[in-house]
């Protein structure tokens, strides 16, 4: 048995390729697939491009893929469709990143897992069941905390001409954007959520400023109150974090906590990891062996 999991956030998708023991043979990564924003066959056109993908394809037996986006049958079946056109030989299961998330920082007790990459969510794992309690509204409507959360802060602030001056300066030298620039890559091209995300490395160059502060202040407190209040003990529960923002910007999550009256948890910034390790003990021992396959067939 040859299994390959990924976990794919709309920027970026890591994948593992580990055996029933849970000896890995592969870490690789790709683009982000997100079927809101990609269909079957981009996304089959993008991991067939890959040599690494290409080589591994064969031998292949079963896929988990965990994804932003893939919340409802029909999203799930966009991703399903573009993977097995490039691993036909492969059993797919296709779920939301929110599960992968929660599966990967799983310590044996029921917890409150976020997401704060591009975009953000919430669910509460009792060991189970993964749920949800309040939908992710991305970028336009919701994403509170994430990375196109405060890249629209920052270009909103630059184009009202709020930044402080060497904040400004060093905006225009480094990106040289006009206003119709931005409205090109927000309104009128794909990936406007990654796009805005992409900025986050500016932004936290510029942390100390106080606009900034403010910002990230503002937006973790929006996002504990929206999507960790949700859960009715989550004064009780560890809160656990996924993804680069918690990971880059601790220091300003764990303030937010402490004001909310709030356990910290852990914060892993790739989970890839733990999530393959769960899966050797919580979903391996239930497929079906190749030995009993062989037999049945």
Excluded at 128 to 146: H, N
Excluded at 153 to 161: E, G, N, Q, S, V
Aim: glycine share 8%; with cysteine.
């Amino acid at each position: 048995m040859r299994v390959l999991i990924a976990d794919s956030g709309s920027t970026k998708c890591d994948w593992i390729l580990v055996d029933e023991t849970g000896q890995v043979f592969r870490k690789f990564s790709t683009m982000g697939f997100n079927p809101y924003f990609h269909d079957a066959q981009s996304i089959s056109e993008e991991l067939s491009s890959s040599p690494i993908v290409q080589e591994l394809a064969a031998s292949v037996t079963h896929i988990f893929f965990y994804g932003a986006g893939s919340s409802t049958e029909q999203m799930c079946g966009i991703v399903y469709e573009g993977l097995s056109r490039v691993f036909d030989c492969a059993e797919i299961v296709v779920d939301h990143d929110l599960d992968g998330a929660a599966f990967s920082t799983y310590d044996g007790e029921p917890g409150i897992t976020c997401i704060i990459g591009t975009g953000s969510n919430s669910c509460y794992f009792d060991g189970s069941v993964v749920s949800e309690e309040v939908p992710a509204l991305a970028y336009i409507l919701g994403d509170e905390a994430s990375g196109s959360y405060f890249g629209k802060k920052l270009l909103a602030a630059w184009m009202y001409k709020k930044l402080p001056a060497a904040m400004a300066k060093a905006f225009d030298e480094k990106f040289g954007l006009s206003k119709d620039d931005m409205f090109e890559r927000v309104y009128r091209q794909s990936d406007a959520n990654v796009f805005l995300a992409s900025f986050m490395p500016f932004i936290g160059k510029f942390r100390e400023e106080p606009i900034v502060a403010a910002w990230l202040a503002e937006g973790f407190d929006a996002f504990l109150d929206v999507h960790v209040k949700c859960f009715d003990d989550w004064a009780e529960r560890p809160i656990h974090f996924v993804g680069s923002i918690g990971h880059y910007f601790e220091a300003e999550l764990r303030e937010a906590l402490e004001r909310k009256g709030m356990h910290f948890g852990r914060i892993v910034r790739k989970p890839i990891d733990g999530l393959a390790a769960y899966h050797v003990e919580h979903v391996f021992p239930k497929l079906p062996s190749e030995v009993d396959s062989d037999e049945a067939s």
